[in-house]
């Protein structure tokens, strides 16, 4: 790798969310509309477990650039914006669209600081754990941020955009809220986390970056670490059923004695692979798992905010999910695994069925051919009875 390309991937500030890939982060820019919006894609993880996160620029009709959801301004990234700034106009506006996503969070401050003239928009209802921080402690700049309006009419961009406000959903330490903005000129809607679809095969940047994929591919600690394009997909797919579900059904663990003792003939022992660690046994049938969660591509809400999450208000959930259904967008760029997804109100609409008489996660849903398998939910059922037992969280309530 050039020395000079390692160098601007570098992200001195990556204690703050110390999760992979730490100090170093890969940034490709793809434009999804020209000359109008492109994605910025990084990547985070832990354990290999690797998923894509995205910022999305638009450029205003006005003149400027909007930013939606900003990742580290490494070198790199700030070269790939700043030759957008230079064709189309500085950055006017950051938004940060979120008040619980931490890695979305974390980077708004120093990205703000690199781009001295924008203005800062954040989520109402913000928050931080364990202790509850003015905004200005957490790197963002004072004087240039405010809270987005009840009313999308009052910002300086309500020409060009609309938005919703999802929640706040109170969850205990916190609520959970996120912003969706509509571009109204390119039909394009842009959510953080509500909703997704998952690719069969790995996004570019895991291409660029496969080592993770790789290292999951593998069906024993014993199989050498193999880069062929049947490994990648299969280590995205293993990734994707790790991400969503944590433990599905298809996955089995060894015992520690038994994954100690293959890590001693392992043939990668290096630091990179653990030192030969790996305890992962997946059955024979786990890619119907991933079938099943994938659902063809179509969006979907992930399982944690099926379970943990969404279901503890699911009429404000689902008067959010109607209010975004009522704009007439042609494509989703979600901050998380595929984009652009070409979709529709209806099909957006649709993600949000299983809150409809609060059916129980995993139950197939009447007439929308949609299903969570309840044995890949188990251990999320799980954490969820255990956070209600514990008054952690509130009870499910009934839409």
């Known amino acids: ?39 910025f894609d990084q990547l985070q993880g832990i354990f290999y477990v690797v998923v894509p996160v995205r910022m999305t620029v638009v450029r205003l009709e006005a003149g400027g650039l909007l930013v939606y959801a900003p990742v580290a301004p490494t070198k790199e990234c700030l070269r ?14 950051i938004i940060l669209p979120t008040v619980s996503g931490i890695e979305h969070k974390a980077f708004v401050g120093p990205f703000a600081r690199k781009f001295p003239q924008a203005q800062v928009f954040v989520a109402p209802d913000q928050w931080s754990f364990p202790i509850d921080l003015p905004l200005s402690w957490l790197g963002l700049p004072g004087r240039r941020t405010q809270q987005l309006p009840e009313n999308s009419a009052d910002t300086p961009f309500a020409d060009e955009f609309d938005y919703a406000r999802l929640g706040p959903i109170q969850l205990g330490l916190g609520p959970f809220e996120e912003v969706a903005f509509f571009c109204k000129q390119t039909r394009t809607l842009l959510v953080t986390d509500a909703v997704l679809s998952i690719p069969e095969n790995p996004p570019e940047i895991l291409q660029q970056e496969p080592y993770p994929l790789l290292f999951h591919a593998r069906e024993t600690a014993l199989e050498p670490i193999e880069d062929t394009p049947a490994n990648r997909r299969k280590g995205w797919q293993r990734v994707s059923l790790f991400a969503f579900y944590f433990s599905p059904r298809c996955l089995d663990t060894i015992p520690w004695s038994q994954a100690f003792q293959e890590a001693k003939t392992a043939p990668d022992r290096s630091k990179q692979a653990y030192f030969g660690l790996y305890p992962f046994r997946w059955q024979s049938d786990w890619q119907r798992s991933f079938a099943a969660l994938r659902q063809g591509g179509r969006l979907l809400v992930a399982p944690i905010l099926q379970t943990l999450i969404l279901n503890r208000d699911p009429k404000t959930v689902l008067d959010w999910a109607d209010k975004v259904a009522s704009w007439d967008f042609q494509r989703l760029i979600p901050c998380h695994f595929d984009a652009p997804v070409a979709t529709t109100p209806r099909a957006f609409r649709e993600a949000f069925v299983f809150l409809e008489g609060q059916l129980a996660p995993g139950e197939v849903f009447a007439n929308k051919g949609r299903s969570l398998p309840k044995e890949d939910l188990a251990l999320l059922e799980n954490i969820d009875r255990s956070l209600t037992r514990r008054g952690i969280t509130p009870p499910r309530k009934h839409s």
Not at 18 to 39: C, D, F, L, M, S
């Open 1 to 39: 790798m050039d020395s000079n390309a390692t160098r601007d991937r570098i992200w001195r500030y990556w204690f703050t969310v110390p999760i992979y890939p730490y100090g170093r982060r890969r940034t490709i820019r793809q434009e999804v509309i020209p000359a109008k919006i492109w994605t």
């Open 80 to 93: 790939l914006m700043n030759e957008l700034v230079e064709a189309y106009g500085p950055v006017k506006y």
